[in-house]
């Protein structure tokens, strides 16, 4: 097989609407960094069931893996895990499972087993559990499509659940390198000789603009290949050095 | 013709790789809100050409406009010109106004106007430019596509000059209502129940979590028809009061 790859689809009319701002692509892309399954594109869709659909047929053909988030909640627009069953064309039921243990949390907690928290056990036929150590209402995964819920700190921990499901591929490895008063301008030349003479680099140049005396560019260099990287760490350090800029290191 | 929508198409290896936190989907989403103009879709692409064309091409045919975050810098990675010319069917070259304007502006700063910062000046043919007062580089508009920096503040720097090319529709008006120790699964049942009746106002359910004594869940109706959200506004609040919490209306 080729190297693995992932997409994330984020489901959620509030972060379509400017009221939320995402993190949960960058927790996701951070957790797969590691384990060598990069991301390669992310789509975010409302709470329209037709769209959620097409999202993930769009996805789940082209990517090794994919990582929904949001929507698995117990109120009216919790629509993921339907629209999942919808897009595999298989049914949805309670799972006979998730009802016992999320009845017995509830009953620890003295709380009432409404038919909306039920509706949070309901799970695409054929689907896998993922577990919820934060709140007990799990997330599923249907073939290589992981559901996971919106809230970031109940995702990242479904994601510890998910880890071992997943075949990784060679880490990319990366150098990141900060030049305080360094501008893209003056580098550009180089740096794309330098990128061209190494394919197997993949090189990234990041402005940043905090204000007069804070600006700069940060360089990220990824590669598969260790000793390919450490040699274009030695380029883009001497780059920044002719300019004289101090390289720094940052992770 | 119809309300208008529109997509956020973000570019950059740097999102998809989890260095980057996008702000840029929110702040088109927020400077859109007041204009009528909701955001349907939002995808993020790595800088690729083919997938940038792709996924502009997926974007420009179904929504009244489309707006695309960066890679218009000069470096080696900034491909979202020719990519933006490529999907159109346009050539690109200088734009005569813009080397210009960079050139004195270069001039003025005592800096070599290079030729990476000439591809700054590289426009599809036929674009309208978009102005960047904050560091000269241009963005431009094609047809129905509006092409902005990454760095946020130069992005919302654009925005301004692109606001009265927009045609608005019906502003969204919303009410949002923070009920601090409330539960989903407590109001599922009576929160479905008024967005059924209400089939004009849209309402979501966001649940917080931020410790043991910090968590609730936040309620946001959406409508064009103010009378509408506020008989709805007072049937959410009635519904926190019946559980003894007691709302807080938040922007």
Do not use: C, W
């Given at each position: 097989?080729?190297?693995?790859?992932?997409?994330?689809?984020?489901?959620?009319?509030?972060?379509?609407?400017?009221?939320?701002?995402?993190?949960?692509?960058?927790?996701?892309?951070?957790?797969?960094?590691?384990?060598?399954?990069?991301?390669?594109e992310c789509r975010t869709v409302p709470d329209i069931e037709d769209e959620i659909v097409a999202a993930v047929n769009a996805l789940r053909t082209k990517y090794t893996y994919v990582f929904t988030t949001g929507g698995?909640?117990?109120?009216?627009?919790?629509?993921?895990?339907?629209a999942i069953a919808a897009a595999f064309g298989v049914g949805i039921s309670e799972h006979p499972e998730v009802i016992a243990e999320m009845?017995?949390?509830?009953?620890?907690?003295?709380?009432?087993f409404t038919p909306a928290r039920r509706r949070m056990a309901r799970i695409p036929h054929g689907?896998?559990?993922?577990?919820?150590?934060?709140?007990?209402?799990?997330?599923?995964?249907?073939?290589?499509?992981?559901?996971?819920?919106?809230?970031?700190?109940i995702a990242?921990?479904?994601l510890e659940d998910i880890g071992p499901r997943l075949e990784g591929g060679a880490v990319v490895h990366k150098v990141q390198l900060r030049g305080a008063g360094l501008r893209e301008g003056d580098i550009?030349?180089?740096?794309g000789a330098i990128a061209a003479a190494h394919g197997d680099v993949s090189i990234g140049s990041y402005p940043w603009y905090l204000g007069v005396g804070d600006h700069g560019v940060a360089l990220v260099a990824r590669s598969r290949d260790m000793a390919a990287l450490e040699g274009v760490r030695?380029?883009?350090?001497?780059?920044?050095?002719r300019l004289g800029v101090e390289p720094v290191a940052a992770d």
């Open positions: 097989m080729s190297e693995p790859s992932a997409a994330v689809l984020l489901i959620g009319d509030e972060l379509l609407s400017g009221r939320t701002r995402d993190i949960n692509l960058q927790q996701v892309a951070q957790f797969l960094e590691p384990l060598g399954i990069p991301v390669r698995i909640g117990p109120t009216h627009d919790d629509i993921t895990a339907d009845a017995a949390r509830y009953a620890a907690m003295n709380t009432e689907a896998k559990i993922v577990k919820n150590p934060v709140s007990g209402a799990p997330g599923f995964q249907m073939e290589n499509v992981f559901t996971l819920a919106g809230v970031p700190q990242r921990a479904m550009a030349e180089a740096l030695g380029e883009l350090e001497a780059l920044m050095r």
